[in-house]
């Protein structure tokens, strides 16, 4: 099948790279000339895991293609991916310009009959805009060239988009009637997926829409959750992962997306969670709950510096180490990471901050310039020279096995926040390291 993705974003290029591979001919189309052209050298504009060798392999191959040029891209297609940024605006609805900028460009372009897949994490009835503004703009042409306009949400974690693509737990397509064409189109597009035995739903469109919003908010809705439990174990000594643990084991409610942190981040949860609390709030619906999970999540993030401030008694002066800036492991991405509250608080009460993340630390010197207050190891070790308090935000692999003694010898005091609970708290103590975590000791 001939696919165009616009958009060569995380969405974008990493569904483009695994339709290519999949044996379709995918044009990704990008107003950013010179990310095309690295791209087209194999250089990713972001950090994912299997993505280079994947696209690398298309591009080579010639499945993968690039261009600036809309029109060529738009005409050339039989699917349209709509996969461009929805940026959260100030009061916390939903940025859709790049969304209507593409159907005008759809609009204005197309020839012959086009699926237009929204891809976009977009709110309720942006399906059906969108196919307003195409139906407009071939107006404006004279043109009644036939067109569906489909939601298809993406469910791709972070760190494992090429996984979740390949093997999801489901596909969501919402269409306008049951019985278009652009059904069987899209069943065909997803053939692989349903040949490993995985579901493709078909929906009305603002179904599929409400999906990929409720599904998101679900899942932050647990981390908070758990995450203010965690203040109650704190209190009287229970102990958090125990809970989550012999919670997670009933079946209805599941292990995932029960470990209490420093709070979510990302560009997802905190993004989608505010747009559709502004989405129910437009339709005067009740949304108290939703409030709640944001600010439980801002909570938890002052929760962590206050309970560092207090382990040290004070932070004026005192020198902290970060491990983890990233707002999870493996990827580079930084938006919207609990990191960035916390060292900002952490700098405004006067502490030295000694920073290391395997990936993430180039996005977050442009937040955080290295300065006489604000150091970046090139190993986690050097992170931790003549430390205060080490503390964990982010848990990647490479922080769940170092060399204590190491660590130990080279810290001021041998204090350790685990922030992601990754650490097991009585080897920790064996180690001779005073040790926190959250909602554990
Ligand atoms: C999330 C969803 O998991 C994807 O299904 C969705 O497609 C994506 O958003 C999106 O809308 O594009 P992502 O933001 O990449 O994916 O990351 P997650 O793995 O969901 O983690 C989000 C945040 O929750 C991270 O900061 C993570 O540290 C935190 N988290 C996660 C916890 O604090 N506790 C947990 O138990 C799980």
New binding site residues.
């Given amino acids: 099948m001939k696919i165009t993705m616009v958009g060569t974003g ?2 974008g290029l990493v569904t483009g790279t695994c339709l290519a591979d999949m044996g379709n001919d995918v044009i990704c189309l990008d107003k950013d000339e010179e990310k095309l052209k690295n791209l087209e050298k194999g250089i990713m504009p972001i950090y994912e895991r299997g993505l280079r060798d994947l696209a690398e392999r298309n591009i080579r191959e010639k499945r993968l293609m690039f261009t600036t040029d809309t029109k060529k891209a738009i005409q050339s297609s039989d699917v349209i991916f709509i996969c461009v940024g929805t940026p959260p605006k100030k009061d916390g609805s939903v940025d859709l310009n790049y969304v209507f900028s593409v159907a005008k460009s759809i609009g204005k372009y197309m020839n012959n009959y086009k699926i237009v897949v929204d891809k976009s ?1 977009v709110p309720v009835g942006t399906a059906e805009k969108v196919e307003k503004i195409i139906k407009e703009e071939l107006k404006k042409r004279n043109k009644e060239t036939e067109f569906d306009v489909v939601s298809n ?9 090429i996984k ?1 693509f390949q093997n999801p737990d489901r596909v969501v397509v919402g269409t306008k009637t049951k019985d278009e064409k652009s059904i069987k189109i899209m069943e065909r597009l997803y053939r692989s997926t349903t040949r490993v035995g995985r579901p493709i739903i078909f929906t009305d469109r603002k179904s599929a829409e409400l999906i ?1 919003y409720a ?2 908010a679900m ?2 809705a ?2 908070s959750f ?2 203010q439990l965690s203040h109650l174990c704190d209190k009287i000594g229970a102990d958090i992962k125990e809970v989550s643990k012999g919670m997670g084991l009933d079946s209805r409610i599941g292990s ?14 905190p993004k ?1 969670v505010s747009g559709l609390l502004m989405t129910l709030k437009n339709n005067k619906c009740p949304s108290s709950i939703f409030s709640a999970i944001i600010n439980a999540n801002e909570e938890q993030k002052l929760f962590v510096a206050e309970k560092v401030e207090s382990l040290l008694h004070g932070l004026n002066g005192k020198t902290i180490a970060v491990w983890g800036l990233s ?2 492991p493996r ?1 580079d ?1 930084i938006r919207e ?2 990191s960035l509250t916390i060292v900002k608080m952490f700098l405004e009460k006067g502490a030295k901050l000694r920073l290391f993340d395997p990936e993430a630390m180039d996005n977050f010197k442009k937040v955080f310039p290295e300065s006489d207050n604000i150091y970046y190891g090139k190993k986690p070790y050097d992170a931790v020279e003549n430390a205060d308090i080490l503390i964990i935000l ?2 990647w692999d490479e922080f769940r096995e170092p060399d204590f003694g190491l660590i130990k010898k080279k810290m001021k005091s041998p204090r350790i926040f685990d922030g ?1 609970n990754i650490y097991n708290p009585e080897e920790i103590k064996e180690e001779g390291f005073e040790y926190e975590g959250v909602g554990r000791r």
């Fill in positions: 995380y969405v994490t949400p993406e469910f791709l974690r972070e760190g494992a988009a979740d990929k599904s998101n899942l932050a647990r981390i758990i995450n995932r997306f029960l470990q209490a942190g420093a709070g979510f981040g990302g560009s997802c949860f989608d707002f999870k990827t991405d990471s609990p982010t848990e992601r």
